[in-house]
């Protein structure tokens, strides 16, 4: 992630920077070691230093029950709503304005997330040079790599690559 993003923009935790809630291994590895791009363009900003229960930053909101766990952390922004952690299963949710009871899973885990954030950005810099990358490739790959878990990832692909 180092060699792709730099040290400043896939910046990595140390052990007693990962949050309380975050218990889930996989998950606290790929903070640890992997890092998370902290933007895509100005579809996805990532803040790993200010991952912190999703109750505690949306405070006057009658959230949905999964969203008020202490183990459901932010982690970022994505298109119009809030990337979430699930720090017990590793799981990506995306809470959005509608709030709804069963939120959109962008990846099953945090590792894939990173996976299919890397594909986006790198075929965004490809398009830069060459207008003819193939985004129905690039939404297969990432269909692949997230297990199809979410719709948004095509409006996230068709936003930045047009």
Sequence with gaps: MIRIFGPALAPVLQPH?????????????????LGVPTSIGDVVVTDLHSMVP????LTGLELPPWARSKNILKLGLFLDGFICLDGVDGAVLLLTRELEEAPPRLADDLESFVSALVSVSEATARRRHSPETDIHTLKARVAH???GTSDVWERMIESLMG
């Design 17 to 33: 920077e990962i949050p309380e809630g975050l218990t889930e291994e996989k998950a606290r590895w790929t903070l640890q070691h």
């Design 54 to 57: 999703v109750g505690e930053f």
């Design 145 to 147: 790599i997230t297990h």
